[in-house]
């Protein structure tokens, strides 16, 4: 217990000003020390997972485009750092603005001094809540750019950027997280399934539909060719550092660590991530006689992205079944999105799309009332209580959300594809985005610019 005492101690001298500590020494301040480091932790490794979407995009597109991926990917999270802190935080977390049940309005250009030192009562400030806040958004704005892949001008980055981040992102969150009106209603989201990810993966949809497919994708009969991505270790990579991230995402969104709870989110999501990896791998074996690989990876990634609405609601046996659900959902939502003739790079509609919608949902089956009420958002599911008014909310925010989502992105990328176009020309997409749009390769040892030679 000393001993505990004295870390304790030792980690409030980092986080508070020594006088202030002095000042008030209560387990109340130490709570909020050890909170604060904890949801700054879980800042770090959320923004730590564009890491993983820089190998994962670029792993699974072409050599020619992998210099471009990565650096728009550390560009775009930059500029959306400005827009969040200038107009996204306001509407998602803003004060009353009279019609606070569908936009909040305040705190804009934030300021945590201004907006005051945590009160009494508060968990941690207002500052680390910002950061945390910001790293998700940065994440749906990632899975939007899987519909962009390989075939998007560097400008529609950034015009896309402004509207995501500034406005149709924001309003998702107030609704859901800061206090809107499917809040009220009791919809449950824990760490983002509709929030972040089927947000992310809708706007991608709209982008990949306005942009149409890469060349050489589908011949004129309707058949698809395969283009390989250049690196699957890559891709392997990147499903870990996501993976390891996601106890930020998910168990972070605790945003406490003093009853422990947090262990148990951590240990739902993990259990939803190895049966989804599970599942899509065995399911791919018995369909097409093959292990994919590239299945499993996408089927660990969907079993992440279904329970991450859910894993403060649901029992560890129902975390399993969400992820195989999962697994099995994802390997099948590919080939439907490639039978629409829809081109999906990173598999974005399937990951986030279809597992978010599916994750999302299974909190109206599988919640239970006892951590419904522990939570405090929602009730119990249909197992558990026999109701369906849990399901019902469920349904509702996806619709509700899914609908608002393909509006703004498909009129905001139409008016962006008449105005200014953004889609690059065909030759700049054959000779790749690495040289069109940034003037040099992301491997230069390995590709060489027209006309250009190498002498040993």
């Not at 790079?345 to 009332?369: C, D, E, K, R």
């Not at 009420?373 to 209580?385: A, H, N, P």
Request: hydrophobic residues 55%; glycine residues 14%.
């Amino acid at each position: 217990m000393i001993k505990k005492t004295f870390l304790a101690l030792g980690l409030m001298t980092i986080l508070f000003p020594v006088a202030a500590f002095a000042e008030d020494p209560s387990g109340a301040t130490l709570d909020m020390g050890l909170n604060s480091l904890w949801v700054m932790l879980a800042f770090i490794l959320v923004l730590l997972m564009q890491g993983g979407f820089i190998l994962l995009e670029a792993g699974s597109t072409r050599m020619k485009n992998a210099g471009h991926v990565a650096g728009k990917t550390i560009f775009t999270v930059g500029l959306a750092a400005l827009i969040y802190w200038a107009f996204g935080y306001g509407i998602a977390f803003g004060g009353d603005s009279g019609l606070s049940q569908f936009i909040g309005w305040g705190d804009f250009f934030f300021d945590p001094q201004l907006a005051g030192d945590a009160a009494a009562g508060d968990s941690f400030p207002n500052g680390v809540f910002f950061l945390f806040q910001l790293a998700f958004a940065a994440i749906s704005l990632s899975i939007a750019w899987g519909g962009f892949a390989e075939r998007a001008k560097l400008s529609s980055y950034i015009v896309f950027t402004l509207f995501f981040v500034g406005l149709i992102y924001p309003i998702v969150a107030h609704w859901i997280w800061g206090g809107g009106w499917l809040a009220e209603d009791g919809a449950q989201d824990f760490a983002g399934s509709t929030v972040v990810h089927l947000t992310g993966a809708l706007a991608a949809f709209a982008a990949t539909v306005l942009l149409k497919p890469r060349i050489g994708k589908f011949n004129k009969d309707g058949s698809a060719n395969e283009i390989l991505g250049h690196n699957q270790v890559f891709t392997a990579l990147s499903v870990l550092l996501l993976w390891v991230g996601w106890f930020g995402f998910n168990a972070g969104s605790t945003v406490a660590i003093g009853d422990g709870f947090f262990t148990y989110v951590a240990f739902t999501t993990m259990l939803a991530a190895g049966a989804g990896g599970v599942a899509a791998l065995l399911i791919s074996w018995a369909v097409t006689g093959k292990a994919d690989i590239t299945a499993m990876l996408n089927g660990t990634l969907a079993g992440l992205v279904a329970i991450t609405a859910s894993c403060a609601f649901v029992d560890p046996w129902a975390a399993v079944v969400i992820g195989l659900v999962a697994g099995m959902l994802v390997f099948y939502s590919v080939k439907m999105f490639e039978k629409l003739k829809v081109d999906d790079p990173i598999y974005a509609l399937s990951v986030h799309g279809m597992a978010g919608i599916w994750g999302t949902l299974a909190n109206g089956i599988f919640a239970t009332q006892e951590l419904a009420d522990k939570v405090g958002v929602g009730t119990g599911g249909l197992i558990d209580t026999g109701s369906w008014k849990q399901l019902w909310v469920q349904f509702e925010s996806v619709v509700v959300v899914g609908a608002f989502v393909l509006v703004a992105s498909f009129l905001v990328l139409g008016v962006m594809k008449m105005i200014m176009g953004f889609r690059v020309t065909e030759e700049q997409e054959i000779i790749g985005l690495d040289l069109s749009e940034h003037g040099a390769y992301g491997y230069p040892e390995q590709m060489k610019k027209p006309g250009q030679t190498f002498e040993g």
